[in-house]
């Protein structure tokens, strides 16, 4: 604000003129709070994750491997060296009940933004065409993975894998 302007407002009745969005005098001293150090709100984002249980059971599928390109994960930090793939991505709070169980989870290597996840996340075209990531139209348990071993496999949701289209309930 010029200090023309700033003179106006004060002329006004602003006798801290900063802002033209609020013209009333702003409180001073205890009314406003200023004894007060600012608290520091400092809130713990809500875990939206799989549980232990459901890691133990995609670790224990995939042995401990990158799916899509067989690095063995396990020995280094999980969210940076490797990390739990949802192949249909999880919407925030309200993500369906479906999103954290086993046949929509896969381990890969890196993180987001590096090696196989970091590809998953920039190519998802040719990532829905390995079935590493899909749509959220889509069932995981009814599409298949391109496993760096196995070949073409459907994931089951007893923890599992299987070369075996599930059968379609009409």
């Not at 009814?142 to 459907?154: E, K």
Request: glycine letters at 10%; aromatic letters at 6%; a positive charge.
């Amino acid at each position: 604000m010029s200090a023309k302007r700033r003179a106006e407002v004060a002329a006004a009745g602003n006798p801290r003129p900063f802002s033209t969005l609020v013209n009333r005098a702003a409180p001073l001293g205890r009314a406003a709070g200023l004894d007060r150090k600012p608290t520091l709100r400092v809130t713990k984002p809500a875990d939206t994750g799989p549980d232990a249980a459901t890691m133990q059971v995609v670790v224990g599928r995939d042995q401990g491997c990158c799916v899509r390109c067989g690095r063995y994960v396990l020995g280094g930090e999980r969210g940076r060296d490797w990390s739990v793939q949802h192949r249909r991505a999880r919407q925030g709070r309200d993500a369906r009940p479906d999103t954290n169980q086993s046949p929509n989870l896969i381990l890969l290597c890196g993180s987001a933004t590096t090696l196989c996840h970091g590809w998953v996340e920039s190519y998802r075209t040719a990532a829905r065409d390995g079935g590493w990531a899909i749509r959220q139209s889509e069932n995981p348990a009814l599409m298949p993975v391109d496993h760096y071993q196995y070949g073409r496999v459907w994931l089951t949701a007893d923890g599992q894998w299987t070369r075996q289209a599930p059968a379609v309930a009409s």
